[in-house]
């Protein structure tokens, strides 16, 4: 091929990048075409993974009895696994107040929220007629301190309702969704539309808000209730709870378990790659064998072909000396 | 590969892709030279499909009228 043969020494920063990213260490030593090689085959492993197992396979737990031992193998993978170690810590401060595993939603918000809404709204109008439909809009909402000295929320709704541009104020009694949530139930409780009891999802927060009047007294004149968007690292390889996981179990089935196992052979090839980036191939440039197989060309019978295949692959642990003994020139270390 | 996604697809076909992986992995951290590193790719996966074919043919005729 067109890359000019190196010396192999053993190059620990090339192996340092082969770690973050799988190929880096072999593009850095421009081995081009095993960088490219390993680049696709193991990330694409680790991200077809990810995929099969809707993005939540790859997460880190170390609670008992919830260890996600896996992830050991996962996090070889380099950077693409990383962010698990991150997000749990993240999980567990923005999450510390409650257990673990508590799927409850909020009562209160601690900073104040603007937000694309999608749900539904039943509203009590002022000719007595409730108006019960889906609605979408910008919602915002802000913590305020109620009469008894706890946490409460105010805010507004602005959408199109009953083919009418309106805005509404709202009130508590406020349910939410964890900030921080990898699969979070967002069927509706009250206002049901498709009968659904459960409905699970990374990337959407479930809110419920009351609708009230204005004023110094403000009254309750309906219900909102809906997701609103959760941003992509407050669920990205976020620790999955039990809920969530049961969920995934029921509805995946072997494909989950298809998903991570797909994720550990990732982890597991890269250290194939990180090794091959320090030191090397395991046997040479493999040159050495075309010029045996060129006096024989069915290498599969004869003395030369099995000469072959103990240099090349059927026995390891005997494989570094048949090469040493036939191609010393091709040994890690040694010019070509 | 992502044919596989659709529903429906048996579990089994998601093998596939991963041989095919392990097999160019394996033998690039053996290899330099990319013709070699594919041709023994090649074999090795012919092996790997051979071998789970082999196994799943004797747990079809085991569970055989089960």
Known sequence: ?336 | MWPLLAAGTNITWHLVPLAIVISLVYNASRYELPERIVRRAARLFILIMLGMGAVFSVLMVLSFAL
Request: charged share 25%.
């Open chain 1, 1 to 336: 091929m067109s890359e000019p043969k190196r010396k192999f020494q053993p190059d620990p920063l090339a192996a340092v990048l082969g770690f973050l990213l799988p190929g880096a260490g072999h593009l850095y030593q421009r081995r081009y075409f095993k960088g490219v090689l390993y680049l696709v085959c193991i990330l694409g492993t680790f991200l077809y993974g990810m995929r099969l197992g809707e993005w939540k396979v790859v997460y880190f737990r170390w609670d008992q009895p919830h260890r996600t031992y896996g992830y050991l193998l996962q996090s070889l993978v380099g950077l693409p696994a990383l962010p698990a170690y991150f997000q749990s810590k993240r999980y567990e401060f923005v999450n510390h107040q409650r257990p673990v595993d508590d799927a409850e939603k909020w009562h209160e918000i601690s900073e104040p929220l603007s937000a694309p809404f999608t749900g539904r709204i039943r509203l009590q109008r002022e000719n007595g007629n409730e108006f019960l439909g889906a609605v979408s809009g910008q919602l915002t909402l802000q913590p305020v301190a109620g009469d008894l000295g706890q946490q409460a929320a105010r805010g507004s709704f602005t959408g199109t309702i009953d083919g009418k541009q309106q805005e509404l104020k709202l009130a508590d009694p406020l349910l939410i969704g964890p900030e921080r949530f990898a699969s979070e139930d967002v069927a509706p409780r009250e206002l049901l539309d498709n009968g659904r009891r459960h409905e699970f999802s990374n990337d959407r927060r479930y809110l419920k808000c009351h609708i009230v009047t204005g004023g110094d007294q403000p009254q309750s004149i309906g219900v909102l209730e809906g997701t609103i968007p959760r941003k992509f690292f407050d669920w990205f390889q976020v620790p999955v709870e039990a809920e969530g996981l049961q969920d995934l179990h029921s509805r995946l089935g072997k494909q989950f378990e298809v998903a991570l196992v797909y994720t550990w052979i990732a982890g597991l090839l890269n250290i194939l790659a990180m090794w091959d980036a320090y030191e090397g191939p395991a046997y040479g440039y493999g040159d050495e064998e075309q010029d045996d197989e060129d006096e024989s060309p069915d290498d599969s019978a004869g003395e030369t072909a099995a000469a072959n295949e103990t240099a090349s692959g059927t026995n390891e642990s005997s494989a570094p000396t048949a090469q040493a003994a036939t191609s010393p020139s091709s040994s890690p270390g040694l010019e070509t």
